[in-house]
Nanobody, 122 residues
């Protein structure tokens, strides 16, 4: 069982930055791949970024490539999403998720956090 708690969301102006954190419970965090997803009002949940268990492999959605960076600290049981050059279209609830496999498919993820709101004003 893995419990995930996101933090770091908020209101930011376009062009600004935010760093999201996702703290995981349990001693097996380092064996899980982690992903970030987002869901805007009236839209389906979409993939943002994923990282393998070691941090050696990362994968990004085209819409955030070059602006967002996913990373993890297994000693702290935490995964991060550094978001730079934010745009109004990045506004959404952001979720972290955990699974044994590194994937961009939300249906594959076994554990989910409750989400944190990110709002980017123009």
């Amino acid at each position: 069982q893995v419990q995930l708690v996101e933090s770091g969301g908020g209101l930011v102006q376009a062009g600004g930055s935010l760093r999201l954190s996702c703290a995981a419970s349990g001693r097996t965090f380092s064996s899980y791949a982690m992903g970030w997803f987002r869901q805007a009002p009236g839209k389906e949940r979409e993939f943002v970024a994923a990282i393998d268990w070691s941090g050696g492999y990362t994968h990004y959605a085209d819409s955030v490539k070059g602006r967002f960076t996913i990373s993890r600290d297994n000693a702290k049981n935490t995964v991060y999403l550094q978001m730079n050059s934010l745009k109004p279209e990045d506004t959404a609830v952001y979720y972290c998720a955990a699974d044994r496999v590194t994937t961009s498919e939300s249906n594959d993820y076994e554990y989910w956090g409750q989400g944190t709101q990110v709002t980017v004003s123009s």
